[in-house]
């Protein structure tokens, strides 16, 4: 193998022709806000929710942000929508709200519960269910004029999260590793072993057989068989300082997961390989939510809301692997600047040719030549040396005569 070991530090410019990154910041900087949850009900409405009871709604895809009254100042930890109008969010202290009309005004349901509410879910107007705080699970008939306790299985530990696939098929996970299942729409519930004691803070299903688990110390968990066997998953990126807060299927083979440090991770496979998405902001993410499989909406902390309408992946990326060649190993990543390390790149020419290998951020500028000339056909490694660059989610972008291919780095201090 070739070794060209070229040390660049970054000079801002400016792209010739700017390639927009697969996630943009949309409304406005919220400092020392946190959103906690996000829905959308077409690629037009949408509803997100946080700390103090805020409520922001959108009428145009997240181009501009309202906030409405919420009549609660309790943290608001989860939205789901029913239909375009019928929608529901739950938080602390026992607050459950109601809207009829998309979000433009909310009313309480009194749960009879003081205790936090980390998840809701209606299937219709009347009947609907609640979990949280240890072991709290409660369902309704009525309208959430009664509620009926369900015994979870959870014991003493909290219920963090639901999904459905149907009204009658569910499931839910939450502390020390607990996970259930239930057939007739949660009025009992079967206990599932996840194999790991930790917190569990969402699950999400793609189908009757593929799901996924996320949590405390960056656990991916797996199931290929309805949850009856969960395995221990692996991304891109060394996972054990993140948490992960919110994982959501498209389907059995694609999924998203959301958490802290600007993290988003996408699979295509069902999860056999998580990549990292380049995000514009370092803030931690709560929530993740996609209409289809291009168009999705995630929020977190500093009233941070991000938008793609390209499966998180670059707009301007065409030809991301050619046949000719390929960019196919960055490491270490991520790498940790406080230890001044080299960024090593392999990549491969099958023709000998002209290559251009640069690295830009998430805005669409260039910050750095990393290695630019004549190179003959074989494998190549070329190290790079970030240098003062900021922490963040950065591209490195091969181009040759047979097109362009882009990797992802993350730069931690």
Known sequence: MRLATLFIIGIATSLSAQAQPGWLKVG???????????????????????????????????GN??????????????????????????????????????????????????GVIYDVIFFDESNGMIGGYAGLCKTTSDSGRTW?????????????????????????????????RTTNGGLTWQGQNSG??????????????????????????????????????????????????????????????????????????????????????????????FLDAQKGFAVGWDGLIIKTVSSGLLSADPARQPALFSLSKLYPNPVSLAKNSIVSVDFRLEEAGDVKL?????????VASVAEGFYEAGAWTVRWQPGDLPSGAYYLRLQTASGTAVQTVRLIR
């Open 196 to 289: 790991k004691p930790g917190t569990l803070y969402s699950i999400s299903f793609g189908n009757d057989s593929s799901g996924t688990i996320v949590g405390i110390g960056g656990l991916i968990l797996h199931s290929t068989n309805g949850g009856r066997n969960w395995a221990v998953q692996f991304a891109d990126v060394p996972l054990s300082s993140y948490t992960l807060n919110e994982v959501q299927h498209i389907d059995a083979n694609r999924a998203y997961i959301a958490g802290w440090y600007g993290l988003i991770l996408f699979t295509t496979n069902g999860g056999a390989k998580w990549s990292v998405q380049d995000v514009p902001s370092q803030s931690f993410l709560e929530s993740v939510y």
């Open 28 to 62: 406005p900087d919220m400092p020392f806000k946190v959103f906690y949850s996000v829905w959308f009900t077409d690629a037009d409405n949408g509803v997100a929710v946080g700390d103090t009871g805020m409520i922001r709604i959108t009428t145009d895809g997240g």
């Open 65 to 114: 942000w309202r906030t409405v009254p919420s009549g609660t100042q309790a943290r608001l930890n989860r939205v789901r929508f029913t239909s375009k109008t019928l929608g529901f969010a739950a938080g602390n202290d026992g607050v459950l709200l109601r809207t009829r009309d998309g979000g433009n005004s909310w009313s309480k349901i009194d749960t009879k519960q003081t």
């Open 148 to 180: 009926t306790n369900r015994d979870i299985g959870f014991g003493p530990n909290n219920v963090y999260s639901f999904t459905f696939l149907n009204t009658k098929k569910g499931w839910a996970c939450g502390n020390a590793g607990n996970v259930g």
């Open 358 to 366: 640069t690295a830009w951020n998430a805005l669409g500028r260039e």
